[in-house]
């Protein structure tokens, strides 16, 4: 410390600072990630509801990456969306890695489908579900003109996961979770 200098105190807002785990949940014994996959499957049972009205398949698209493989969970929340909503076929892609707009498109061709919903499986519908979603720029294609180039009927659904307040509950409760085990008294 140099002549002259007064050392001070460092600004500490906060004494612990704790995240929630995502939705679709992450290993571990405290919190199953089976049973975040449940929740998160029941909360989206309006989007099944409109697909089923609809008549038509409920395709997610979510985001992945190609450096991890994420779709492992995304797989998992497309087969307990099949088990607790049967009548509709439900399946996810993602913009980056596995599985891709390409697998769902051979299982959507393989089950017969002819109309599909596609909405995003993210918590907001920004630059993904606009552009990647539903643009129409013909150098980039979105899924829905890919999906209409393959012979399908396509709906868009441009909202997030996060305005059903189902799925919203899901981060508030994780966030709840998190607060109790690392002894945080919310008021």
């Keep these: 410390m140099r002549m002259g200098t007064v050392k001070k105190k460092k600004y ?3 004494h612990k600072v704790v995240l929630g ?8 014994l405290g919190h199953p990630y089976t049973e ?3 929740t998160a499957a029941e909360a989206l049972a309006a989007d099944a509801e ?7 398949a409920l395709v997610y698209m979510g985001h992945g990456n190609a450096h ?8 998992e929340l497309a087969d307990r969306m099949r088990e607790l909503y049967p009548e509709v076929v439900t399946l996810i892609g993602n913009v980056e890695g596995f599985p891709s707009l390409e697998d769902v498109i051979e299982k ?3 089950r017969g489908v002819k109309k599909v919903m596609l909405k995003p499986c993210m918590v907001v519908a920004g630059d993904h579900a606009l552009n990647d979603m539903a643009g129409t720029d013909l150098e980039e294609p979105s899924w829905q003109m890919i999906l209409e ?6 709906v868009t659904v441009k909202k997030g996961l996060g305005e059903l307040d189902a799925f919203a509950d899901i981060f508030v409760n994780h966030a709840a979770d998190a607060a109790a085990d690392a002894e945080i008294v919310l008021k």
């Design 12 to 14: 500490k807002p906060f």
């Design 21 to 28: 785990r995502p939705a679709l949940g992450t290993y571990g």
């Design 36 to 38: 975040d996959i449940i």
């Design 50 to 56: 409109l697909a089923a009205k609809e008549n038509a």
């Design 68 to 75: 991890f493989p994420s779709g492992g969970a995304y797989l």
């Design 108 to 110: 959507l061709k393989l």
């Design 149 to 154: 180039k393959e012979g399908f009927e396509v």
